[in-house]
């Protein structure tokens, strides 16, 4: 199965932080017959959020290190597409959700068919929309 890892997830799984994954997550992230992919949209937050110094950790001493390690878990960055901008004008986004870096991710996921693995609880909102949500209950 291909599933879209949404950025708090991918943080999680890189910085081996088990206890933020849910166990059936983790049975997921650890079937090695799925394929995982990261949206460009969230590759880019991932090196904001490490050039703002909220990403911390020894492994990590560049932007560079953090794709090496996606590059290493055979993940795949997938580009944000003219598609995937229509289904984003399409989007009916929730009222107290305002991110469009999200709303990007989640519209590249309904697009692609690709089901996305989060903790965002605002990503719910959008599975009437046809996103394909697996909930990760942090701990």
Known sequence: MRYYLDTNTLIFVLLKQR??????????????SNLF?????????????????????????SVKDIFVAIDIA?????????????????LEPAEEHKDPS???????????KIPIISCDTKFRFY???GLELVF????
Do not use: C, G, M
């Open 102 to 112: 999200d709303h990007s991710i989640i519209a590249q996921s309904i697009s692609d």
């Open 127 to 129: 599975e009437k929309q």
């Open 19 to 32: 206890d933020e994954i849910e166990n059936d997550v983790a049975e997921i992230l650890e079937d090695y």
């Open 37 to 61: 992919y990261i949206s460009s949209i969230a590759a880019r937050e991932l090196a904001l959020l490490y050039q703002e110094r909220k990403i911390k950790h020894p492994k990590f001493k």
């Open 74 to 90: 055979n993940y795949e960055i997938k580009p944000f597409t003219r598609q995937h901008v229509i289904t984003y004008s399409r």
């Open 136 to 139: 990760n209950r942090r701990r």
